[in-house]
């Protein structure tokens, strides 16, 4: 059974860091998508990057740009965010998630075949 498990979730103050890991166990296909979403109170949930686990290629919503780097060690079998210059507004709870499908566009109703997520992981930005 595929399982995805975060952690590294927080509170930090603005401007501060955090660096989010994803335990991927099960999920063994030759080239599929890894990424991290993130749903704030009373928002839907959004892409915030993503990258193709066959090439490493990597894409980033345009509020992230800059501050956020998707990363991957597929020696431990783990997807990293690495979350710099945090603000107010990144505060949500934080999801990563495989599936086989477009690394690039992300509808988060149907991001493509064999959809896994994990159970999330909370961040906080206190300003």
């Known amino acids: 059974q595929v399982q995805l498990v975060e952690s590294g979730g927080g509170s930090v103050q603005a401007g501060g860091s955090l660096r989010l890991s994803c335990a991927d166990s099960g999920y063994t296909y030759s080239s599929y998508c890894m990424g991290w979403f993130r749903q704030a109170p009373g928002k839907e949930r959004e892409g915030v990057a993503a990258i193709y686990i066959g090439g490493g290629r990597t894409f980033y919503a345009e509020f992230v740009k800059g501050r956020f780097t998707i990363s991957q060690d597929n020696a431990k079998s783990t997807l990293y965010l690495q979350m710099n210059n945090l603000k107010p507004e990144d505060t949500a709870m934080y999801y990563c998630?495989?599936?086989?499908?477009?690394?690039?566009?992300?509808?988060?109703?149907?991001?493509?075949?064999?959809?896994?997520w994990g159970q999330g992981t909370l961040v906080t930005v206190s300003s």
């Open positions: 998630a495989a599936w086989v499908g477009s690394c690039s566009t992300w509808d988060v109703s149907a991001l493509g075949y064999l959809e896994v």
